[in-house]
């Protein structure tokens, strides 16, 4: 899936990548014990919860092995005009869609 930021086209992959950022960003913790793993469960919540830092997640770890990743400023910025533009629910849901099209995803999110 490409996104245009910033006035430059990102492609957000959503495999094992993904996955593993995803965990070293937000693994649950059972116990007191950070266990690496968990995220994708934690990122349903958020994007749930209509919360734009879950986009965010989505976005720097879809970039995360890209040659060119944007800046915090920019994906700030793009999800602003997203809100402003009336557009974001729609861009999330797309991304969503596009997420769980990735088997391995859709089981670390434990969706059917």
């Known amino acids: 899936m490409i996104l245009t930021i910033g006035g430059k086209e990102y492609t957000l992959k959503f495999g094992l990548g993904f996955l593993k950022t995803m965990n070293e960003m937000h693994a649950a913790t059972i116990e007191g014990m950070n266990t690496k793993y968990g995220a994708m469960t934690l990122l349903n919540v958020g994007v749930g919860?209509?919360?734009?830092?879950?986009?965010?997640?989505?976005?720097?770890?879809?970039t995360a092995e890209a040659p060119q990743k944007p800046s915090d400023n920019a994906i700030e910025d793009y999800i602003i005009e997203l809100a402003e533009n009336g557009k974001y629910q729609e861009v999330v849901t797309e991304v969503m869609d596009e997420l769980k099209k990735s088997p391995l995803l859709t089981l670390a999110m434990n969706v059917q």
């Open 49 to 62: 919860l209509n919360d734009p830092m879950a986009f965010v997640d989505i976005i720097k770890a879809g």
